[in-house]
């Protein structure tokens, strides 16, 4: 988006998390909520980013890395004195700045792309993002003229009576003029009930000087939930659950339950496979059509699956590669292979992929049989069409189309127990 910065506000400690680390860094699924926000606001299309950071910086930074710029703010004196932070960045810019909060992960690209795009063609000054809530308490509140139009925002601290009974909230995220803006910071004054410079006075100080102000009302109030213990991040893990799950249902995904099976960001399924109960699948991974997996089920970073693969119950993957029509039924660990077509995974098969120093790559070939209970010592390569004994361990390279046998061989002692009870 040609003329758009973005501020990430995201230097506050979070003390309801009752933690050591600043709530910035706590994670959903395996993502930080600031870094959340900052791959949202990539995806909709604003590269140019500044996040103000404080508390912790360096756990923000590290969790973020350098595709954002960085302004400090050094005391928490409210989010008007935040956003002052990063005026550097924005003192010779025209255009558009929209400002969101590192703790408010689900917001969508949708939303953002909504608030600049009407900021833009209406020539507003200021857009806000609003929402209703049946139990408005905690936010501020929406004050609007005669006319219906956005006239200030009063925090619940220091709203009266009357205006606590207002359900249209301030949802905390704005689109402004970067030049009324910092016009605007200039007069912002620490006189409330919390001493802080807030952001939204800089509505009322617009209004006032007769600058068009407009607000878009949210679709989903979900996407502007923030986190403020860790009560909220469970609610809004399984939030962001239930939209991921959503999405691969729609894409003909079959999810038998949909409470229990967790997806991470990024993975791709092809349609008709089928998730049974309690499966988990992380980042990174993608998946065919027709395969099945679950119950119990444990998909891990990187796995590449391609069409009618079957991972069963209790078995556990990770970067790992396998071919079509190739099954993993139960109770394996496959870690670090490349595993071909229409190839039999015996139960409880583990690929002994660490040695305590290095993981190493285990490789499969197509029309493998692998007996139950096999020992895989990685780097080990077993070529097409071989078959391995149940109860091996293997840790050398097996040939194509042999059969590899690697156990003791059993001995029967006679009579045994008389013979010990004598
Ligand atoms: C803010 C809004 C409120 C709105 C609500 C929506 C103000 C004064 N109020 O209230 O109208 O309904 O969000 O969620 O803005 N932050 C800093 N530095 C500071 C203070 C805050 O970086 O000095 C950051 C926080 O880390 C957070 C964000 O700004 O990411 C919002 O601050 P928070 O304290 O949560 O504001 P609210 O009281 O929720
Ligand atoms: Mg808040």
Known sequence: MENVIALILAAGKGTRMKSHKTKMVHKIFDKELVKRVVDTTLESGINDIVVIAGYQKELVEEAIGDKVKYAYQEEMLGTGHAVMQARDYLENKNGKVIILCGDVPLISKETIINMVNQCQQNNEYATVLTANYDNPSGYGRIIRDKSGRLKEIIEEKDAKEEQKKIKEINAGVYCFDIKSLLTALESIKPNNNQNEYYLPDAIKIMNDNNLKIGTVTVNDNTEILGVNNKKDLELLTNILKRRINNRHMQNGVIIENAETTYIYDDVKIGEDTIIHPNTIIKSGTIIGKNCELGPNAYIRENCLLEDNVKIGSFTEIK????????????????????????????????????????????????????????????????????????????????????????????????????????
Do not use: W
Request: hydrophobic content about 30%.
């Open 319 to 422: 970067n790992t590669q396998i071919g079509h029509n190739t099954k993993v039924p139960h109770l394996s660990y496959l870690g670090d292979a490349i595993v071909g077509s229409n190839t039999n995974i015996g139960c409880g098969t583990i690929t002994c992929n660490y040695d305590g120093l290095n993981k190493n790559k285990t490789i499969i070939g197509n029309n493998c049989f692998i007996g139950s209970n096999v020992n895989l010592i990685a780097p080990v390569t077993i070529s097409d069409n071989v078959t391995i004994a149940a109860g091996s361990t293997i840790t050398d390279d097996v040939p194509r189309d042999d059969l590899a046998i690697a156990r003791a061989r059993q001995v029967n002692k006679e009579h045994y127990k008389k013979d010990v009870t004598n």
